[in-house]
């Protein structure tokens, strides 16, 4: 998810950026190198329990041409399906390594996505869709489902994967924030439009106006749901526009994909801010000023000294 989310949290996803995590994978390669490859699963060499960080052997013979999933323990929560927004722990290796490439124990940071959404290669959207929450499953995925022959960060071009997935977590995800309409009454703030169907809500700056110095963080509409904490893990989906043109800059209804970020990790104070204290299922106006969005630096297509103006849909939390 290089766009703006890649401007306020750690990168992690798998698509673009797990391979060129700064972590590196484990320091311990397997000690059973040579251990046998059954029935085209590289045997797991220490840790093989949910929950632990395993260690694989190196894949031996020639690698299957089709995804292959393995269960290696069943858990007996829901069952995964397209859509879900999922947290998980893995470990990924190449087939001709025994070293893995990147893993999320390490960071004692779970990995989120939702399933189906494209957020991740091929082989996870396919390998994972159908099984339980509390499983630990084993992926081995072909090139064309992998990374391809472009290859990604440390992986080689057509590549055979190998990875350990526990699944922690899953939530269906709402189309929409629901609630209470809430009045937007102040001429001098962007307004929001207030449609419940699932797609992208208007967002409409009062032109001539300048814009405000401190974070506005307004609900315009207004959930019971639990209240938003530093520490969770929010799913949301999000307009976002410039200030100064209206222009939009980024837009994840665009893409069809909800965004998952742990807060503590976002980095642009004014969307952290905002939403923490909120409440779950709602929808949120933001109006962060510059001290608080991307400062003096222009950033991809935000210019420098930016007020940037979010609608949000707090959709649910890990």
Do not use: H
Request: hydrophobic share 40%.
């Amino acid at each position: 998810m290089r766009r703006i989310a890649g401007l306020l949290v750690v990168p992690l996803l798998l698509v673009s950026a797990a391979c060129g995590s700064d972590d590196k994978g484990s320091d311990s390669a397997s000690t059973s190198a040579t251990a046998p490859t059954k029935g085209g699963f590289p045997a797991i060499t220490a840790g093989a329990k949910f929950g632990e960080k395993p260690t694989l052997a190196k894949g031996t013979g020639t690698p299957p041409k089709e995804l292959k999933t393995k269960v290696i323990s069943e858990g007996d929560g829901a069952t995964l399906k397209n859509g879900d927004a999922i947290q998980v722990n893995y470990l990924g290796q190449a087939w001709d390594s025994d070293k893995p490439f990147d893993n999320s124990f390490d960071r004692k940071q779970p990995f989120d996505l939702t399933l189906g959404a494209g957020m991740v290669i091929q082989g996870w959207d396919k390998g994972l869709a159908g099984q339980k929450v509390g499983s630990r499953v084993q992926l081995v995925i072909p090139p064309d489902l992998g990374y391809g022959a472009q290859g990604q960060g440390d992986i080689k071009p057509n590549a055979t994967l190998v990875f350990v997935v526990d699944i922690l977590k899953a939530k269906q995800i709402p189309a929409s924030a629901k609630g209470t309409s809430v009045a937007q009454d102040d001429a001098d703030l962007p307004k929001v439009g207030t449609n419940t169907d699932g797609k992208a809500p208007t967002v409409t700056i009062p032109s001539k106006v300048a814009p405000p110095k401190k974070l506005v963080s307004n609900y315009v509409l207004e959930s019971k749901g639990e209240v938003v904490k530093e520490t969770d893990t929010v799913v949301v989906n999000y307009v976002a526009k410039l200030w100064k043109d209206g222009k939009v800059f980024d837009d994840t209804y665009a893409t069809g994909k909800t965004a998952s970020f742990p807060l503590a990790q976002v980095t642009l104070k004014g969307l952290k801010n905002g939403l923490i204290g909120k409440k779950i299922g709602s929808r949120v106006l933001l109006v962060v000023p510059p001290d608080q969005g991307l400062g003096d630096k222009a950033q991809q297509s935000v210019p420098a000294n930016s007020t940037l103006v979010f609608a949000v849909d707090i959709l649910t939390k890990m």
